[in-house]
């Protein structure tokens, strides 16, 4: 069935170094979002992008959609061990991915910070 | 700002018997979501909601779940016979509608802090 792929599950790094994660998905998405959940806490979202090679930037966190639409990439410059949680892409797909409908979420990178 | 919330933040339940969960969802929004994650898991969508009626759900959303907006405020989940594997912590989320958005972008969904449920 279409899902999305993250990668890798677990990420621990040293304050200071850089952290990427990765998405794919098995089909083209309308858009893909990304949210992040601190251990214990409820999903936050980050940020959406919609165009085709798109890249945003929130301080030290760039965000990536690929040409095809069908990968994405999360990448924290610095790290801080505020930064420490789960970080989820997530799309609309299936039912022809409408604005309105189901998120599917991938499976979410969990970082880790060693100060 | 206005956000989401549930209750109970937790929920112990035998196992056969019948839970509610609740949710306010935040107050201008028209789209309702329920989406599970047992525990160290992904997040998995179960159910959306629209002018007081299921617009999509998941396989995980059998005849043992069911939804209702029973007023203006709040948006329930029942699950009527809980079994084990319900345990898991339920998220609620809500969206709005902004005329004129592009049809690829997607309302953003808000979640609440989740209910943790805990068959027996």
């Known amino acids: 069935g279409q899902q999305v792929m993250q990668i890798p599950q677990y990420q621990h790094v040293q304050e200071g170094e850089d952290f990427t994660t990765y998405c794919n998905s098995s089909t083209t998405l309308s858009n893909i979002q990304w949210y992040k959940q601190r251990p214990g806490g409820h999903p936050v979202f980050l940020i959406q992008l919609v165009k085709s090679g798109e890249v945003k930037k929130q301080k030290r966190l760039t965000f990536q959609f690929g040409e095809a639409k069908k990968n994405s990439s999360l990448h924290i410059t610095a790290t801080q061990t505020t930064d420490v949680g789960t970080y989820f892409c997530a799309g609309p797909l299936g039912a022809g991915g409408t604005s309105y409908g189901k998120l599917t979420f991938g499976q979410g990178t969990i970082l880790t910070v060693h100060p | ?120």
């Open chain 2, 1 to 120: 700002e206005p956000e989401v919330t549930q209750t109970p933040s937790h929920q112990v339940t035998q196992m056969g018997q019948e839970v509610i969960l609740r949710c306010v969802p935040i107050s201008n929004h028209l789209y309702f979501y329920w989406y599970r994650q047992i525990l160290g898991q992904k997040v998995e969508f179960l159910v959306s909601f629209y002018n007081n009626e299921i617009s999509e759900k998941s396989e995980i959303f059998d005849d043992q779940f069911s939804v209702e907006r029973p007023d203006g405020s709040n948006f329930t989940l029942k699950i009527r016979s809980t079994k084990l594997e319900d345990s898991a912590m339920y998220f609620c989320a809500s969206s709005y509608r902004l005329r004129g958005r592009p049809v690829a972008f997607q309302e953003t969904q808000y979640f609440g802090p989740g209910t943790r449920l805990l068959v027996l």
